[in-house]
Nanobody, 120 residues
Framework: QVQLVESGGGLVQAGGSLRLSCAASGRIRSINAMNWYRQAPGKQRVLVASITDRGSTNYADSVKGRFTISRDNAKNTAYLQMNNLQPEDKAVYYC??????????????WGQGTQVTVSS
């Protein structure tokens, strides 16, 4: 089993910055992809950014140039640096990992979510 603990959410004014962290723990052999999703009220959960174990990244068009995803493999931790936040970035942000946990198939795990609120 894998536990994901997210932190770093909060309230910020438009144009401000936040840094989210996601620490994975448990019986983990390796983590393939680490991803950040977000879900705004009344909307579906969408992928914001992803990073592979080799450091390849991918971003939603809406956050390109403002958000940066990174990871520390030694700590099994992912980060999401969010700059120039806008009211439309308000959402609950979820960490998701695809991990090898000593079972035949890679498994997805989710964090509990952290709220990001941006005031105009």
């Amino acid at each position: 089993q894998v536990q994901l603990v997210e932190s770093g959410g909060g309230l910020v004014q438009a144009g401000g910055s936040l840094r989210l962290s996601c620490a994975a723990s448990g019986r983990i052999r390796s983590i393939n992809a680490m991803n950040w999703y977000r879900q705004a009220p009344g909307k579906q959960r969408v992928l914001v950014a992803s990073i592979t174990d080799r450091g390849s990244t991918n971003y939603a068009d809406s956050v390109k140039g403002r958000f940066t995803i990174s990871r520390d493999n030694a700590k099994n931790t992912a980060y999401l640096q969010m700059n120039n936040l806008q009211p439309e970035d308000k959402a609950v942000y979820y960490c998701n990992v695809l991990a090898d946990t000593y079972v035949p198939v890679l498994q997805h795990y989710w964090g509990q979510g952290t709220q990001v609120t941006v005031s105009s």
